[in-house]
């Protein structure tokens, strides 16, 4: 368990309406990502975060902001959202421990833009 | 830029038999790292096995075991004794050469959807 909790998990909300969705870890990962999950795609990465205050755009950024204020939370913004940005949206870190760097992820964010 | 492929859709596998997922990879990196991912109808990312490039074994993690092939640029995962509860989504993904200011990128295939019958 790499201590990650994603709010809200199920969110409905309106075309042209701002939406934020958080990703909070506990155990003090230096990266963090966000991706998105849609039938037929896989997973693709939207932006990620190098540490606090860095972020880089990844795969699919087009229509989303990104922030890491703070080591345990990054956020990621829709700042007028769509219809084709519904989806399921995924938070992850890295773990380097071990010698490997694997990628745990949260439990996910179903969003329904109307 | 990398790609995974899975080209298996839907697999289905009898109890107690092994089956072998398809994972074919793309990249022009000497350095990359290889992973399977499991995901139940429950939707949440289990992550079940981690191969590096560079390891000259094939990894393995309990009933897991993954065929890497790198001349083939394939990295099968293998369950064996498949039991009811590995009906789910599996992924296999990649990242590139590790950087600082990257961290472990990761690019994932489609999917392959495992049904295991009793």
């Known amino acids: 368990d790499a201590g990650i909790t994603q709010s809200p998990r199920h969110k409905v909300t309106e075309t042209g309406t701002p939406v934020t969705l958080r990703c909070h870890q506990t155990?003090?990962?230096?990266?963090m990502y966000w991706y998105r999950q849609d039938p037929g795609h896989g997973l693709r990465l939207i932006h990620y975060s190098y540490g606090v205050k860095d972020t880089d755009k990844g795969e699919v950024s087009d229509g989303y902001s990104v922030s890491r204020s703070k080591t345990e939370d990054f956020l990621l913004t829709l700042e007028s959202a769509t219809s084709s940005q519904t989806s399921v949206y995924f938070c992850?870190?890295?773990?380097?421990?071990?010698?490997?760097?694997?990628?745990?992820f949260g439990p996910g964010t179903r969003l329904t833009v109307l | 830029a990398q790609k995974i492929t899975q080209t298996q859709p839907g697999m289905f596998v009898q109890e107690k038999e092994a089956v072998t997922l398809d994972c074919t990879y793309d990249t022009s990196d000497q350095s990359y790292g290889l992973f399977w991912y499991k995901q139940p109808s429950s939707g949440e990312m289990i992550f079940l096995i981690y191969?590096?490039?560079?390891?000259?074994q094939n990894a393995t993690e309990g009933r897991y075991s993954l065929n890497f092939q790198k001349a083939r640029k394939s990295a099968n995962l293998v369950i064996s004794a498949s039991q009811l509860g590995d009906s789910a989504m599996y992924f296999c993904?990649?990242?590139?050469?590790?950087?600082?200011?990257?961290?472990?990128?990761?690019?994932f295939g489609e999917g392959t959807q495992l049904t295991v019958n009793p």
């Open positions: 992850a870190i890295s773990d380097f421990t071990g010698g490997t760097d694997t990628q745990y």
């Open positions: 155990e003090n990962h230096r990266y």
């Open positions: 993904a990649m990242r590139g050469p590790r950087e600082e200011t990257s961290g472990s990128r990761l690019t």
């Open positions: 191969q590096g490039s560079y390891d000259e």
